[in-house]
């Protein structure tokens, strides 16, 4: 293998490895939590806080249905903390489109509000918010 060739292999596989939060934050649609500024930090951050709770995240949206061990923990927390800062730097590369692209939907949301839909869906059906009443009639 040519040296020029490995250089271009392993710059393209540290480009794709490093700044994971950065790629999901950039990849998921604003409805869904993603667009943020900064939002690889706080992805990151939110992933090595769960490898301490247990909570579910992007990552793992079901949690885990059994504890994790300590090394499996240990584990999560390091490849987390390593990715933190290269997401910070992805994050900074990043801010400009995201701090545009949040100033652009607060235009365009304060001249065109979204139209709210034709038909009105109830949040529940009538049997659930209230005891069903039968009419007696004689």
Do not use: H
Not at 5 to 21: D, K, M, Y
Not at 67 to 85: H, S
């Amino acid at each position: 293998m040519s040296p020029r060739l490995l250089v271009l292999v392993t710059a393209a596989v540290a480009i794709l490895s490093s700044g994971c939060g950065t790629t999901l934050n950039t990849c998921m649609i604003p409805q869904n939590g993603g667009q943020r500024v900064y939002g690889g930090v706080r992805l990151d951050a939110t992933c090595v806080a769960s490898a301490v709770t247990d909570e579910p995240t992007v990552f793992n949206p079901l949690g885990t249905s059994k504890p994790k061990t300590v090394y499996q923990r240990a584990w999560e927390m390091l490849l987390f903390g390593i990715d933190l800062p290269l997401s910070a730097i992805g994050d900074t590369v990043t801010l400009p489109y995201f701090l545009l692209s949040d100033v652009n939907n607060s235009i365009n949301n304060y001249y065109f509000p979204p139209k709210k839909s034709a038909v009105e869906v109830p949040d529940a059906l009538p049997s659930e918010t209230a005891p069903m009443k039968l009419a007696v009639t004689k």
